[in-house]
């Protein structure tokens, strides 16, 4: 009987009830994008024009209200472990589960033109947001050896915070900068510190137990250049020094590239290991791109549009998503370390998706590019969503509590 599925067992543990959301919440957000890219190139279905424009709420509710659930439901697992403190008990995870699916659906339904519900989306997002970062916050400041993967992380969703809260702004008073400041601050200042410092701290430690030999390389002033870098690049955007921007992307290319050759595994790894490496090298491809664009604009040239953003995105953020909620899932399931069948399909089909992302930014059907790129988005997550919410409603393999 208890091996059925049952919502009851989602509450058992963070990384549970809110790695369910945030699959949920991929589906869902992602569903409505294709739809409108569709609709805005072949006309299919007469949606409405949200109150925020798709493209910018598409961006918003991505950053946000789609990987969010996922970094709250890993941060607020492994922060007690990082810090030797006691586990969290539902009362202090179960409210931010409840405002970040709450909130992105209320979003999603403000933009089939419920004005009113995109207010609300964005209250329940603040809530469960705040609510979130107040535990991490609590934690870091018991740790008295203030563990510096914890303050990175800790930071970076602070940052997040503040980032939402312009959105939920610009909701009220219609001024374009809020939200353009927003979308920048929840990819420099959010989702690339988060990403790295997770990666900085977690894959050599990974390695380290399947690879024999195998020699960690994850020094402390790399966390603080690769701050440095990314929020001078995100200061730039915000004053609109786009031809400048090369100089810290540069430097982001070289930590990425730095810490990637350290910290490859000579020897043979399993599956489960190399997605993640093989992730984590769109990073310095993003940044790449991002430094290549900073230079044309230099000579009076703008090009690539969004293929940057995209590859950083879908590649690094996209490809890293499953590799490493995969890795979790399994290992806090009870069941192998090992990287099957339906997350291989999710993973070679996001870096097809991604490529067409890149491509649909030089190409004269730009939309109908991105459209196909969306629903490409959909055919890999579907399956792997389905496998691992039902291990999110089913108990541990091995038996024991969690």
């Known amino acids: 009987m208890d091996a059925l599925p049952s919502p009851r067992f989602l509450a058992n543990a963070p990384h549970r009830l809110l790695f369910f959301i945030g699959a949920a919440n991929v589906l869902l957000a992602m569903l409505w994008w294709a739809l409108w890219l569709v609709d805005a190139r072949w006309h299919a279905f007469a949606f409405p024009q949200p109150r925020v424009y798709a493209g910018w709420l598409h961006a918003v509710v991505m950053q946000y209200q789609v990987l969010a659930p996922f970094m709250f439901g890993f941060l607020l697992t492994v922060f007690p472990r990082w810090m030797g403190q006691l586990e969290l008990r539902r009362r202090h995870y179960v409210p931010v589960g409840i405002g970040l699916f709450g909130g992105q659906l209320l979003t999603l339904v403000g933009a089939l033109g419920f004005e009113r519900c995109l207010h609300a989306g964005a209250v329940l997002t603040l809530l469960g947001w705040a609510c979130g970062l107040f535990h991490l916050l609590r934690l870091a400041w018991l740790d008295r050896g203030r563990n510096k993967h914890a303050l990175s992380c800790a930071a970076a969703m602070s940052f997040g915070l503040c980032g939402f809260a312009l959105y939920a702004a610009f909701l009220h008073v219609p001024d374009a900068r809020l939200l353009e400041a927003s979308i920048k601050i929840g990819t420099f200042g959010l989702l690339l510190p988060v ?7 977690m894959f050599p430690f990974f390695a380290g137990n399947v ?16 701050w440095a870098c990314a929020l001078a690049h995100l200061a730039m955007e915000l004053t609109q020094a786009l031809r400048w921007t090369w100089l810290p992307d540069l430097g982001l290319l070289a930590l990425s590239v730095a810490w990637l050759w350290r910290n490859w595994p000579r020897g043979p790894m399993p599956r489960l290991l190399r997605v993640l490496f093989l992730g984590y090298a769109w990073l310095p491809v993003a940044m790449a791109l991002y430094a290549v664009q900073s230079l044309l604009r230099l000579g009076g040239i703008d090009m690539l549009g969004r293929a940057p953003a995209h590859a950083l995105f879908v590649g690094f953020f996209g490809s890293l998503l499953v590799a490493m909620v995969t890795r ?9 370390l090992v990287f099957g069948g339906v997350a291989t399909f999710a993973f070679v089909v996001i870096q097809c998706v991604c490529v067409m992302r890149i491509v649909a930014e030089v190409v004269p059907d730009a939309l109908a590019w991105q459209a196909a790129a969306a629903i490409g988005w959909l055919l890999a997550f579907l399956p792997w969503v389905l496998r691992s919410t039902w291990i999110y409603l089913t108990p541990r393999a091995d038996g024991k509590p969690g």
């Open 195 to 201: 990403y790295f410092t997770v990666a900085h701290r």
């Open 211 to 226: 690879v024999r030999g195998y020699t960690a390389w994850r020094p402390e002033w790399m966390l603080a250049a690769f």
């Open 328 to 336: 979790v899932t399994q290992g806090h399931s009870g069941r192998p």
